[in-house]
């Protein structure tokens, strides 16, 4: 790995650790499938513009059952219930969640091919759930009612991640910025209903939730995506794919700069549980890490 290579995956696991912080200024005021429809929308018209101008096709007529499969699990489903968690979760607590997806993908890929994990896997597993237990527990109690449900839809977030790389393991071959933008128009169209019916409005967002919403849509999804696919052809889609164990890292730094947040011993405790576990299970088995993290 070069430096400029070392360099993009420290600024891609900055920006998706971001998008835990944006989410949590943005959803409390705009609501969790507003902001999520914002950022999708925005993220669709900036990847529109760079495909228009790279001129790459998105074969919609081939692939449409393809990108709706894709913008559902890993972009409409995951970001819904991680802006719904960011209600009431703290950014740190989302972003070490959300390292979770390697250990759901491991568990989702068991049942779809009907595979047996190695054992070294299965206790990455079991380590990765005592972490979940210890961090999402200690949280739990300190959380307002309805925290327990938030923590829950973070994890399901996670999840859908998993489902999402499962997939991908037996999805048609399509060009990797067509992915993008293709699944972002997908989710997109997913998420509108829920927008139309969403409650209005009680103010107008102040200014740091509209810088949110735009850092969301075109920096979180719509650029980030841009550098992990330069990563993944640079250097290839295991490496890239180590941005994982780094997005909890920022995740915590940027929820603590800027909001302020404690982080407890059962937050580092928990946290290292949680990467220590998806090493075990992406060194076994590196294909399970998903697609995309925040």
């Not at 600024?11 to 650790?17: P, Q, S």
């Not at 719904?84 to 972003?95: F, K, N, P």
């Not at 959380?143 to 991908?168: K, Q, R």
Request: aromatic content about 10%; glycine content about 10%; proline content about 7%.
């Amino acid at each position: 790995m070069t430096p400029a290579d070392l360099s993009r995956l420290l600024l891609l696991a900055a920006i998706w650790g971001a998008s835990f912080l944006f989410m949590r200024i943005g959803a409390p005021v705009l609501g969790p499938a507003r902001l999520i429809f914002l950022r999708v929308g925005l993220a669709a018209l900036f990847l529109l513009a760079i495909a228009f101008y790279l001129r790459k096709p998105l074969a919609v007529r081939r692939c449409w059952k393809h990108y709706l499969m894709l913008g559902c699990c890993n972009s409409a489903v995951p970001f819904l219930l991680f802006a719904y968690a960011a209600q009431t979760v703290s950014a740190s607590l989302l972003a070490i969640l959300n390292a979770t997806a390697p250990l759901w993908a491991l568990a989702v890929g068991t049942l779809w091919f009907k595979s047996r994990p190695a054992p070294g896997a299965m206790f990455g597993m079991l380590l990765g759930i005592v972490g979940v237990a210890l961090v999402a527990g200690v949280e739990t109690l300190a959380l307002p009612a309805g925290g327990g449900l938030a923590v829950a839809a973070a994890l399901g977030a996670a999840a859908s991640y998993g489902v999402a790389s499962t997939y991908t393991k037996t999805a048609p071959s399509v060009e990797p910025l067509a992915n993008a933008h293709g699944s972002m128009w997908a989710a997109t169209a997913m998420l509108l209903p829920l927008a139309l019916l969403a409650p209005p409005l009680v103010a107008t967002p102040a200014p740091p939730v509209l810088f949110s919403v735009a850092a969301l849509g075109i920096v979180c999804s719509g650029i980030a995506y841009l550098l992990y696919f330069r990563l993944v052809s640079d250097i290839g889609a295991a490496p890239a794919l180590t941005v994982t164990f780094l997005i909890p890292v920022f995740g915590i730094f940027w929820g603590v700069v800027f909001l302020n947040e404690s982080v407890g011993w059962h937050t580092f405790a928990g946290g290292l549980a949680i990467l220590a576990g998806t090493v075990l299970v992406t060194g076994f088995s590196p294909a399970t890490l998903g697609a995309k993290k925040g």
